[in-house]
């Protein structure tokens, strides 16, 4: 696979989480620390909800770095490739363009029409694109469901930002947990205390099938280049 290099790094953000839940389940579903006993330790049972909380930190590493890194590849393959700016999808050019649009909006109103015409004559030009690295999702983007399909759209990648019988209902949970927790507006016991073992579970193999569907589908877009098309 044409990503196959960023595997480990998600596998290890994976492995985390998975982790967490592996220490929940020693504490929660063994022997004297049943349910039942945890309920009667109040230190263990702190320290239950505590991993269960961190869990979503660890989960929506994997799939952020997952979305952010497959942009990254994407980008590199745009700017190594020396693709014309009129062989591009118009809503990539959306991406690329950043600049152009950037000096629209903030130039002064007199001169807003030249831009304007400069920035339409761009779209049709046989330059080569230059892409800026800030025009992209980058470190620090919060991925949750309309993040993905908005990518999917603006990247012209075909089928769905899911896999079949998934529709990413625990992705915007995920990293409205994680944010939270990240930020301090909740404590990870606090968080944890919501969820049983089982549920996040559930959670966990939503995000490994969501990030392999990542890797799998944007390998396959730069294969296929879907995004080029010819205007003329």
Known sequence: MIFEHLFPGYEDRLRQAKIFLSQVEDLEGRGEYSELALSR?????????????FFFVAAYAALEFTVTKCCSEFVSHIKNNGYPLNSLECNLLAFVLEPEFQAVYSCKEEDRLKKKASLVRRVYSSETARVADSSFPGEGMNVGRQQLRDL???????????????????????????????????????IGRRYTLEELGERLEEVKNVCEHVFSSFAQHVQDEPFLVNRF
């Open 41 to 53: 330790d109040s230190s263990r049972s702190l320290l239950a909800k505590n991993y269960k909380g």
């Open 152 to 190: 999917w759209d603006v990247m012209n990648i075909p089928g769905r930002p899911f896999p079949e019988r998934c529709n990413g209902d625990y992705l915007d949970e995920i990293k409205n947990n994680r944010n939270a927790v990240a930020h301090g507006r909740e404590t990870a016991h606090d």
